[in-house]
């Protein structure tokens, strides 16, 4: 697990470091250009037909300490002997003092220097690399003006963009202020991974981010001491690992029972998909309560599942309140379909005195948002709750739209999660998993899985995870998003980003799995 900070968790972190331990700011910023150059170095050392003469630079850069570290860095690579630029916008006034410390040594080694004029910007065409030190964490409001217009003219040419820190005009936080980004092709950052390069439309423009440890006074370990809200993380593949033993001892009955109330006369698909994801994902038994049209397929596709059935007549929810009880953990909602039977099918469940962990998706979570007394139900729901909307279905759920939500989903998560005290799995291409007081952004995945069914396979593994024996409900179902994200990763690589489908995605879990076992034991 890595934390993911904001500028405010930043600027504390800095702070932290230089008042209060005494590393003086020009070491940490000394320690961040070396990794950029360095980095640039070795892009340009794969450039082998050109000498270093040969090879252009160009750091475009503002007055505060983003740009301060553009300088120094442009100065090492100076130094080096590449063919380098400064180019500065900015107004009149001095620059912070690292920045005007930074330029007297660029103006002592009468390194090539321009300033920027609106209106009529300096072309970048022949630069090789471009380092983008206009705005780092201090961005505080939209970009407009020369700045904007800089920021287009880098975005024209053809040159590797690497930003320092972030790209400029993006925010390091779940917000974001500015319209106008520099689309980078690598990002060096310092210290931590920032929460606005992990959620999208920052991932987008951050390309492939390098996280460069600059000698901060704080670690991953405790981050926490100095912050004073829990910053939200992200899993990584050797959290994996935190996947409790199986019992050497254990059965069936002890690895997880897992009831399914999915699928419905013409949809049956999703509770397939979910049976199969959850048995491979560690269910020791997993339970179908589907249409009886489903029956036949269910057990040929699934013979290790047990089955049984309601009917148009006949809702059975005698039976079905019998194995919400008998269950570990309950999904209910994949192709069920919005009916009055499957309301009263949801229904059933949330008040079948069970306390098996609850995973309300796809239609059971459509028939929430139609029906208010439903919370009433989920309230008194004695096991915890986990709900996993995607975008749409948030939107019915809370009223906003589909662009406020994507626009703020980690606000939007949280804020439903503490609301109807539910784990929030909010799915997207980034999705947030949260409660009340913890909150994960998924990394894994591809777009890939923006296909049918890939949903339903989830709520098979969010089940495997709550199987597994974790004490930590909201971390479980994080890591759940996140092995079904490196399984739809493992179908890009064999299948192919067109053509796998989520049935693949079940069936590369298992490789996820043991791949990770010959990985790290
Ligand atoms: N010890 C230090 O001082 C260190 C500083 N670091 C660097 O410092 C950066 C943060 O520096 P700053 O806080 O000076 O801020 P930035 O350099 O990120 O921003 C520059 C200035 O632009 C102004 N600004 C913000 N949004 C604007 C907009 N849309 N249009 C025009 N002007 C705008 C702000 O008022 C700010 O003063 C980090 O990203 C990192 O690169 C790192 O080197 C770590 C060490
Ligand atoms: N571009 C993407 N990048 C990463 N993951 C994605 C992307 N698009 C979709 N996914 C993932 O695929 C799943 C889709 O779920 P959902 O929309 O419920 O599909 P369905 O209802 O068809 O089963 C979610 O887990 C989501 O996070
Ligand atoms: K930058």
Known sequence: MKYLLDSVAMKKIDEYSIKT??????VLMERAALSVSSFVEKLAYNKKDSGKKDISICVVCTKGNNGADGLAAIRQLYLHGYKTLVYEAGRKEPGTDEYELQKNIIKNLEIPFECAVQDNILPLDEYDFIIDAMFGIGLSRDVTGVYAQIIDEINRVSAVKVAVDIPSGLSAGIVQVSNK???????VTFGFDKTGMVL??????????IVSDIGFAVSQDNVQKILENNPARMIEKKDILMIPEREADGNKGTSGKVLIAAGSRSMGGAAFMSAQSAYRSGCGLVRVFTHENNKNALLTLVPESICDTYNDKNSNCDELTKWCTWADCIIAGPGLSVSGQSEEIVKCILQS?????LILDADALNIISENEEYYEYISRYKGKVIMTPHVGEMSRLTGKSVGQIKGNSVETALCYSKEHGVICVLKDAATVVCDHDNIYI???GNCGMATGGSGDVLTGVIAGMMCAGFDDECFAAALAVYIHGCAGDMCRKNQGIFSMKAWDIAESLSTVFTQNNTDYN
């Open 181 to 187: 980004k520099v689309k980078a092709d690598y990002t």
């Open 200 to 209: 999208y439309p920052g991932r987008k423009y951050a390309g492939k981010v």
């Open 442 to 444: 998924n990394t894994s």
């Open 353 to 357: 005195g069970s306390d098996a962990t």
């Open 21 to 26: 331990t005494g590393i003086p700011s020009v």
